[in-house]
């Protein structure tokens, strides 16, 4: 927790649904916190894990936390899939995946460098020597 206090944090759920197609189970999470800077996704995850029972903690997925007005509390979704091969599977946005390390971020060259590489080879004719 970030500086002390764990007591003090408060994690409670709504607008809870089973989706059994893609096994998980999904809902929204609120997060209170008087008096702390703010709560990080690792330390909610555990919560959740052992409020749901959770085997494995890398089976929750953690996004879109927004906080409210004022501070003191942050609200944000949470998947929990049956296990971490089905969350690598059914959760659709791999951004998500990147940040909670389940798969490897993809390296794309710059936007820059592919449109400076694309015109240097529209100038080049023939069999390419110039």
Not at 76 to 86: E, K
């Amino acid at each position: 927790m970030a500086g002390g206090g764990s007591g003090s944090v408060t994690i409670r759920t709504r607008r809870f649904i089973a989706n059994p197609l893609l096994k998980r189970r999904q809902m929204v999470v609120e997060v209170y916190h008087p008096g702390l800077a703010g709560v990080s996704k690792k330390d909610i995850g555990e919560k959740l894990a052992k409020m749901f029972k959770v085997k494995d903690v890398n089976s929750i997925v953690l996004f879109n936390f927004k906080a409210a007005f004022g501070g003191g509390k942050h609200t944000g979704f949470a998947c929990i899939y049956d296990s971490v091969a089905s969350a690598k599977k059914y959760h659709g946005i791999r951004a998500h995946l990147t940040r909670a390390e389940l798969v490897e971020k993809i390296e794309k060259k710059g936007r820059k460098s592919v449109k400076e590489s694309k015109n240097r080879g529209k100038k080049t004719f023939g069999i390419g020597r110039r």
